[in-house]
């Protein structure tokens, strides 16, 4: 399977606890993003990695979140002290850097904080 | 501020059927536009995108069409089968800017389509 990798699937954590979730892109792109999605609303837009580079960050990203992509392969979400309002599904996608290109969403990471 | 809207949370059809999904966006730096799938417990998955520069783009069952003045595009399936039944999302990015590639995404359109 060559597609966007998301580990793990699920997540259950206690409120205050740190958790980290990765993602594998697809091998050959160079770009890799990452969304938050909540119930009944589509995928919003967290931050964006050109190879190594972290490019743009969303204001949603609070302080307590960080994201990295140490070698411009696979990249890490962590997110510190969650909260319960962190309860999210967290996708990862990732594209080739050219124009119209569409970008490769993975299965994402269920996160629910209790 | 909600700049990309799908005013119909859910929509049921009867298979055979056209299925007419519509998407409204208020940013006029929006230049791409794209239309993604979903399906439970998995991530969303490209369907068909039409540039600006386009107002009709067309993929066997799927169309998508842009009207820019409106500011509105809809994604037409024809026939519309029992397997098209998901959450259907439309998304608009900046082709031109630095930062093309983030896209924004509408809240999402259940369809389901009936045997």
């Known amino acids: 399977d060559t597609g966007v990798s998301q580990d793990p699937r699920h997540k259950i954590t206690k409120r205050g606890q740190n958790v980290t979730f990765r993602c594998d892109p697809i091998s050959e792109h160079n770009r890799l993003y990452w969304y938050r999605q909540t119930l009944g609303q589509g995928p919003e837009f967290l931050t964006y990695f050109q190879n190594e580079a972290q490019l743009e960050k969303s204001r949603l990203l609070s302080d307590r979140f960080s994201a990295e992509r140490p070698k411009g392969s696979f990249s890490t979400l962590e997110i510190q002290r969650t909260e319960q309002g962190d309860s999210a599904m967290y996708l990862c996608?990732?594209?080739?850097?050219?124009?119209?290109?569409?970008?490769?969403f993975g299965q994402g990471t269920r996160l629910t904080v209790v | 501020d909600q700049q990309v809207k799908q005013n119909s949370p859910s929509l049921s059809v009867q298979e055979g059927r056209i299925s007419i999904l519509n998407c409204d966006y208020t940013?006029?730096?929006?230049?791409?536009f794209l239309w993604y799938k979903k399906y439970p417990a998995e991530g969303p998955t490209f369907l068909i995108s039409?540039?600006?520069?386009?107002d009709k783009n067309e993929d066997g069952r799927f169309t998508v069409f842009l009207n820019k003045s409106a500011k509105h595009l809809s994604l037409h399936i024809v026939p519309s089968q029992p397997g098209d039944s998901a959450v259907y999302f439309c998304a608009a990015t900046n082709a031109g800017g630095t930062s093309y590639g983030k896209l924004t995404f509408g809240q999402g359109t259940i369809l389901t389509v009936h045997p």
């Open positions: 940013n006029s730096m929006f230049d791409y």
């Open positions: 039409i540039s600006s520069i386009k």
């Open positions: 996608a990732s594209s080739l850097v050219d124009f119209n290109t569409e970008a490769f």
